[in-house]
């Protein structure tokens, strides 16, 4: 079997961005979650490289801490977690794709069986050796993967089909759990309770980050977080756990910039007086999303050095942010301005951005020096 290559990320010295990881928050996070649902089992949703801050990393750290399950979306990622867990679980949420059998074969991997052709193709293989069981999705009611309600008591029925399936899991996906007060949360828990009533003995789940602080009724046998394990806001009625990742940019420059001029592209934001602007050498290429830039009309995100929070001054470009170091003196050229981290929580730069933590998260990108700290 012959795994993919990690794009390696730049050292520090050949980079104008850094991030810092922090794995000892990211196992504190997990521990948090676990101990929201005492009485199911934890896993950990890693798809999309761990939400951006490197599958292999985090499958380590999370696996010494205790995990033994874990989620990816795509197959390739699934390869990359068996590299680096060679007992744990690992289930493939985007389920078969044509072709793909005999890699869950031979990584033992999990596929996640979102219709009733794809759970017809995996009964039907015969491996010479052992075929690893799966998870039966059914689709409660966001109406984007899984089993239809009829279809999975139509399975549940056919128990020749259940018996080469070997299921070791029936799941489903919330689509509001990050709001309690959403009726749809408990419209699908009736859903999936009538479906597990079909299938008694086997292990359940149905919660994400958001579903875990919905309370006990939505743990059942395995709960699944992902965003709050990395930082990211689960729920509109619970603060995020500790921070995992922290993004900064050196200052490459420092200039003074008159009072009427603007600064950037578009000149959308004309100066109210003459204002000391630092450049940093981190733009939405490096996933700092240009929708955090700030105009006459609309404020956009901040840096933090030192005590001080300096606003962001002007589009954000590709490559680069300018901001305001007028109430920052010490501010130097070669200094790192923190973009996201202790001081600057991911999803207030997400609300700058019109978007949430997950897609700031998991558009962090490849050029950024990254350090991992608090490793086991
Ligand atoms: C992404 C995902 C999760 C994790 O969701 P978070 O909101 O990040 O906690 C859990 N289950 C499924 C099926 C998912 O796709």
């Known amino acids: 079997m012959v795994f993919p290559e990690q794009p390696r990320p730049p050292p520090e010295t050949l980079a104008s961005g850094r991030l810092t990881i922090d794995l000892e928050a990211l196992v504190a996070n997990w521990r948090r979650m676990a101990a929201f649902a005492p ?69 033992d991997l999990r596929p996640v069986l979102n219709t009733m052709a794809e759970a017809e193709t995996w009964a039907a293989l015969r491996p010479v050796g052992p075929k690893p069981p799966v998870a039966i999705q059914v689709d409660t009611g966001m109406n984007r993967l899984g089993l239809s309600l009829p279809e999975a008591i139509a399975l549940a029925a056919r128990a020749d089909l259940v018996t080469a399936l070997a299921p070791a899991l029936l799941m489903s996906h919330l689509a509001c759990a990050d709001d309690p007060n959403n009726r749809k949360n408990r419209e699908q828990l009736a859903v999936f309770e009538t479906v597990t009533d079909f299938f008694p003995s086997l292990p359940t789940s149905l919660a994400n980050s958001g579903g875990v602080l919905l309370g006990p009724e939505f743990h059942f046998s395995l709960v699944r977080p992902g965003i709050a394990l990395y930082g990211g806001r689960a729920s509109v009625s619970h603060p995020p756990l500790a921070p995992v990742v922290t993004m900064e940019a050196r200052i490459l420059q420092i200039h003074e910039v008159d009072a009427g001029q603007s600064v950037g592209y578009g000149a959308v934001e004309k100066l109210a007086q003459r204002t000391r602007i630092a450049t940093l050498g981190v733009g939405y290429a490096d996933g700092y999303h240009r929708l955090a830039g700030s105009s006459d009309q609309r404020p956009g995100g901040f840096g933090h050095i030192g005590e001080t929070y300096l606003p962001i001054v002007g589009r954000v470009s590709m490559d680069l942010i300018t901001i305001d170091v007028s109430e920052a003196p010490q501010a130097a050229v070669g200094d790192w301005v923190e973009l996201i981290g202790h001081h600057i929580p991911l999803d207030d730069v997400a609300a700058h951005a019109t978007t949430i933590g997950y897609e700031i998260l998991t558009s962090l990108g490849a050029r950024l020096a990254r350090r991992y700290i608090g490793s086991p």
Request: with cysteine; net charge negative.
């Open 39 to 107: 009485r199911s089992a934890c896993a950990a949703v890693v798809k999309a490289d761990a939400y951006g801050i490197g599958i292999e990393s985090a499958v380590r750290a999370l696996a010494a801490a205790g995990c033994e399950t874990f989620f990816v979306a795509a197959l390739s990622e699934g390869l990359r977690v068996r590299a680096v867990a060679p007992e744990a679980a690992v289930y493939v949420l985007d389920g078969l794709i044509r072709g793909s059998e005999e890699f869950y074969l031979a990584a």
